[in-house]
């Protein structure tokens, strides 16, 4: 993953112990790198296994860190499309 990227999601649930996913990327980034992150990995808006999540740069220095927060990452997988990794994420939620 890159240096200005941080992981969440599907990206991210291995390292919470839940079903992870090898064929699709998530993260955050900031809006300033949008361009530049899109033209390296030939990136463009569609359905497909990339979800960026663009963050205001103002934002940006307070949150980034390599991976998002546990709360962040399991409320990003509900929105996940698999039902099991929902269902994962939620319970983790309900503990």
């Not at 240096?3 to 919470?16: H, N, Y």
């Not at 296994?49 to 509900?78: H, K, N």
Request: hydrophobic residues 45%; negative net charge.
């Amino acid at each position: 993953m890159r240096d200005d990227v941080m992981v969440t999601g599907i990206s991210a649930a291995d390292s919470l112990g839940l079903h992870g996913g090898a064929a699709a990327a998530e993260f955050y980034a900031p809006e300033s790198h949008r361009e530049t992150i899109c033209s390296a990995h030939a990136l463009e808006p569609a359905d497909g296994p990339v979800l960026a999540r663009w963050v205001a740069d103002t934002l940006w220095p307070a949150i980034f860190a390599e991976s998002a927060p546990r709360a962040a990452v399991l409320l990003d997988l509900l929105e996940h499309e698999d039902p099991r990794v929902r269902r994962e994420a939620g319970r983790e939620l309900a503990r």
